[in-house]
């Protein structure tokens, strides 16, 4: 028995460097939002923890945030330019 209902357009797989892009960009979010919010001496041991400082890593804090959206900004030019041309109208 066959069926007759046609499927829609095959999806290509994901690219491996947008989604790293991707993933390094959110970490790297995360990691800015971080050091901008919590003081110094409240971090985590892996982030550099200051005893004594209760001041945020403002300089670091930013730089994360920035370099964050230009990994995401990455993913996403790259994942639109990998789209396959769509079919023209006739």
Do not use: W
Not at 6 to 34: D, E, Q, S, Y
Not at 52 to 77: C, E, F, N, Q, Y
């Amino acid at each position: 028995m066959r069926s007759s209902a046609k499927l829609g357009p095959v999806r290509r797989g994901v690219n491996v460097h947008v989604l790293l892009a991707m993933v390094v960009g959110l970490a790297l979010l995360t990691v800015g939002i971080v050091y901008l919010t919590v003081a110094c001496e409240a971090l985590p041991g892996f982030l550099g923890r200051v005893q004594g400082d209760t001041s945020p890593r403002t300089g670091l804090g930013i730089l994360g945030v920035l370099l964050g959206l230009v990994a995401l900004s990455i993913a996403l030019v790259a994942a639109r330019r990998r789209r396959p041309p769509s079919a023209p109208l006739s």
